[in-house]
């Protein structure tokens, strides 16, 4: 049950600030107390939940500091990342990443059967190429754990935000500066495809920004 209720949290399906007394989740997700005590304190230890003796639990609030942190982090190392890339790839490694971009846009563009998740596994799967191609594999194993503010803030950024289009055009515009091996212009798309979400996140959420994040 704990796994359950941390995907839902994750996934936003349980909200930011949103109430999850013991009563409202055994209702959920049709189980006892016991296991749902259980997992509320795990959660709590992990950042996720609020517990407020006498006042119920809630679903923690997106650290706002905690996100732009992250995403300096990420900044910094993949502007390293994609430097080591362009200096080892091959013409059919960059043949992949193409194949990625086409992915991405085609899951986009099928309407029909769309799903955000997939769409997201196949934004990070480019991501993924890098890291493995230039022997980073334990960073990207790092980055893939789920930090709760993080993890958040870019499902808000995709499913409240709609982002799907600029994500695509910035995917397109990594594989171009690739494939010309142009590092002159990393730095550039790595950080509007990284800080980009927050200025679309600041936009949306103007008026209720207070609702769903801290910003300390």
């Not at 049709?30 to 639990?57: D, Y």
């Not at 502007?79 to 986009?108: F, H, P, R, W």
């Not at 997201?120 to 503010?149: A, C, F, V």
């Not at 002159?184 to 103007?206: C, M, P, Q, W």
Request: aromatic share 10%; with cysteine; glycine share 4%.
């Amino acid at each position: 049950i704990y796994s359950e209720i941390e995907n839902d949290i994750l996934m936003l399906k349980l909200k930011p600030g949103q109430l999850v007394s013991e009563n409202i989740l055994r209702t959920r997700y049709n189980v006892s107390r016991t296991p749902i005590r259980s997992a509320l304190s795990r959660l709590a230890g992990v950042g996720l939940v609020n517990i407020v003796p006498k006042s119920g639990s809630r679903v923690s609030m997106i650290n706002m500091e905690i996100v732009k942190q992250i995403i300096y982090e990420r900044f910094a190392l993949e502007c390293m990342i994609m430097k080591d890339y362009i200096a080892v790839a091959t013409e059919g490694d960059i043949k992949k990443l193409e194949m990625t971009v086409a992915q991405l846009n085609n899951s986009y563009k099928n309407a029909k059967y769309f799903k955000p998740d997939k769409f997201k596994e196949i934004d990070l799967s480019m991501h993924e190429l890098l890291y493995k191609k230039t022997g980073h594999t334990y960073l990207w194993e790092q980055i893939r754990k789920s930090e709760p503010n993080y993890t958040r803030f870019c499902m808000l950024d995709m499913l409240e935000c709609k982002n799907y289009e600029q994500v695509i055009l910035e995917h397109k515009q990594i594989y171009e500066v690739i494939k010309n091996r142009d590092t002159s212009k990393i730095e550039e798309i790595v950080k509007k495809h990284l800080y980009g979400g927050i200025d679309r996140i600041n936009a949306t959420f103007s008026n209720k920004f207070d609702e769903i994040f801290i910003a300390y």
